[in-house]
C-alpha cells in the first residue's frame, strides 16, 4: 500500500538554526498537510499546501515557517530560526481528491537544544 | 479551544468483547470525522471516516456511529483483539479547505485502547 515517508526521523538542532524537514506524499495524492504534536498534546494543523501554493494555515504557521514543493514528489517544511518550544512530532500528510482521508507519515522527531 | 474532545484518557476491554470510543464536538459545521489509530514511534493510520449526511459506516470490524443532533460520534470494534491496543484519535473537518478539500483536522486528545488476552 502507498505510502507517506518522511526524512529523517528524528532531527536534533541548536536553537537558532534553520531546519527542513521532508516528506514524500504519496505519489497520485494532491493535497499536502503538515501537522506537529508537542510532547503531551494535541496533533495540530499546521498548514495545508495545493496546486503549488499554502491553501489554510494556523496561527502556529508563523514568518518563521515556510513549505515548499521543490519537485515532483518531495514537501518540504523549512523552520527559519528554530525555538526550543518547536521541540515536537512533526507529521506529514497527503490526500487524494475531495472529502478522501488523509494519510500520515511516521513523522519527524525535532529536538530543539 | 477544544472542539474535538476524547474524555476517556484510556480503555481496557477483554479480547474478543466490544470496544467503544466515544467523541464529542462542539462545531456545528464540522461535516466528515474521521477515526485514527497510532501505535508509538509511527503516525496516525486511518481507520474508518464518515461523512454528516450519514449515521453509520462500518468496514469490517470497525463501525463508526455519528449523532449530529448531540454533536456526538462513536467507534465500535468488534471483536476487540490485542493488535488494536493502540491510542485512537477522533478527527473532524468542516470540509472547507481549498480546492475541494476536506481542509485541516481538528483531532482530539485520543485514547488509549488495551486489549487484554
Known amino acids: 500500500e502507498p505510502e507517506v515517508t518522511q526524512t529523517p526521523s528524528h532531527q536534533v538542532t541548536q536553537m537558532g538554526q534553520e531546519v527542513i524537514l521532508r516528506c514524500v506524499p504519496i505519489?497520485?495524492?494532491?493535497?499536502f498537510y503538515w501537522y506537529r504534536q508537542i510532547l503531551g498534546q494535541k496533533v495540530e494543523f499546521l498548514v495545508s499546501?495545493?496546486?503549488?501554493?499554502?491553501?489554510?494555515k494556523s496561527e502556529i504557521f508563523d514568518d518563521q515557517f515556510s513549505v515548499e514543493r521543490p519537485d515532483g514528489s518531495n514537501f518540504t517544511l523549512k523552520i527559519r530560526s528554530t525555538k526550543l518550544e518547536d521541540s515536537a512530532m512533526y507529521f506529514c500528510?497527503?490526500?487524494?481528491?475531495?472529502?478522501?482521508?488523509?494519510?500520515f507519515g511516521d513523522g519527524t522527531r525535532l529536538s530543539i537544544l | 479551544d477544544q472542539q474535538v474532545k476524547q474524555n476517556s484518557p484510556s480503555l481496557s476491554v477483554q479480547e474478543g468483547r466490544i470496544s467503544i470510543l466515544n467523541c464529542d464536538y462542539t462545531?456545528?459545521?464540522?461535516?466528515?470525522f474521521l477515526w485514527y489509530k497510532k501505535y508509538p514511534a509511527e503516525g496516525p493510520t486511518f481507520l474508518i471516516s464518515?461523512?454528516?449526511?450519514?449515521d453509520k459506516n462500518e468496514d469490517g470490524r470497525f463501525t463508526v456511529f455519528l449523532n449530529k443532533s448531540a454533536k456526538h460520534l462513536s467507534l465500535h470494534i468488534v471483536p476487540s483483539q490485542p493488535g488494536d491496543s493502540a491510542v485512537y484519535f477522533c478527527?473532524?473537518?468542516?470540509?472547507?479547505?481549498?480546492?475541494?478539500?476536506?481542509?485541516?483536522?481538528?483531532f482530539g486528545k485520543g485514547t488509549k485502547l488495551s486489549v487484554k488476552p
Open positions: 478527527a473532524a473537518s468542516d470540509g472547507g479547505g481549498y480546492g475541494g478539500s476536506q481542509g485541516n483536522l481538528i
Open positions: 505519489s497520485n495524492h494532491l493535497y
Open positions: 500528510a497527503s490526500s487524494g481528491f475531495s472529502n478522501q482521508p488523509q494519510h
Open positions: 464518515i461523512s454528516s449526511i450519514k
Open positions: 499546501f495545493y496546486n503549488n501554493e499554502i491553501s489554510e
Open positions: 462545531n456545528s459545521m464540522f461535516d466528515y
